[in-house]
């Protein structure tokens, strides 16, 4: 069973399509949280971005670069929040990577990527040199 999004890019289901290419597309999103609210996709349906082969990453990559300018144009927006909602836990909905172009303006009432997290840890200077250490050893 593929996801809603693979069926819009087959066409089985109808979008507002705004750009597309060989690897990506990108469409408007149906409950849009602005005006011009944007989602990029990688055409193959990968469900995280770790799942997305390095070279559709960079299309990928191209295609968001591409069009925040022209969402933000297009709807005179200020600014954009751009983001993933990287598995279910982080409230991903659709399991099929896609990127959210969420246009801003002065004033909208929005808050930042930061507002995402609920209770926030402390963290001493001991935590942070072994979390640093830890992330670091694999990357
Ligand atoms: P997620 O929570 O998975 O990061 O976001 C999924 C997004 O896909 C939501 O913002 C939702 O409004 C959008 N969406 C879900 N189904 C459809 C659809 O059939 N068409 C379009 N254009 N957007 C959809």
Redesign the pocket.
Known sequence: MST??S??VAGE?P??VVYEDETTFA???????APG?T?VIPKVEYERLNDVPESEAADLYATIHRLIPAVEDAVGADATTVA??NGEEA????PHV?C?IVPRFAGDGGGPIHAIAGETPTLDDADLDEIAEEIGSRA
């Open positions: 809603v999004f069926q819009i289901i979008a507002r469409f408007l999103d149906a409950n849009p949280l609210h989602l993933f909602n409230g991903q909905e659709v896609h959210h």
